[in-house]
């Protein structure tokens, strides 16, 4: 089973469609950096529906030695920053990420990148859903923009009739 570290996005809409619980079914370890726990932290103390890492044991906060000074000068989030040094040291993991430029910059460096909608795609493939149509729309309606033929597109690849 693969090990995975994550940013704030993919654990804060993952939670929100009901679906966090998967990570622990697919990866032997989820790490977040502390960058992440402080911006979840704040967003629960601003009144926003965040998941709380203390209520997930199997989430673990560890912190990159250091950030390539390269990424510092992109418009980057300190939690994405901090998730991709944190796999920059530990290459074998897989990286949760939906920001493109940060998706973009991860693959760039040879790094394995799943956004939300590949968890959701892979919990299919493993049996955790049977669907990923309604998922996708509780996404789009918690927040997460898709365009209309993203949405479709993720439909075709779970093997599910677009409308």
Do not use: C
């Not at 560890?62 to 530990?90: F, H, K």
């Not at 910059?105 to 990923?132: F, I, M, P, S």
Request: hydrophobic fraction near 45%; glycine fraction near 8%.
């Amino acid at each position: 089973m693969p090990e995975a570290i994550s940013n704030t996005s993919p654990l804060l809409y993952l939670h929100r469609i009901g679906a966090i619980g998967w990570l622990p079914q697919m990866f032997s370890q989820v790490w977040i950096p502390t960058a992440v726990l402080s911006e979840l932290t704040e967003g629960k103390q601003r009144g926003y529906d965040v998941p709380v890492p203390v209520d997930y044991p199997w989430l673990r906060v560890v912190d990159p030695r250091a950030t390539p000074s390269e990424w510092l000068s992109l418009d980057l989030g300190i939690g994405e920053l901090a998730a991709m040094a944190l796999v920059l040291e530990n290459p074998t993991r897989v990286i949760l990420l939906d920001d493109m430029l940060a998706r973009r910059t991860a693959q760039a460096a040879g790094l394995t990148v799943w956004g939300t909608l590949k968890v959701l795609l892979e919990a299919k493939a493993q049996g955790l859903t049977d669907t990923v149509g309604p998922l996708v729309i509780r996404l789009n309606d918690s927040g997460m923009w898709l365009s209309a033929e993203l949405r479709q597109r993720i439909l075709v690849l779970a093997g599910e009739r677009p409308s």
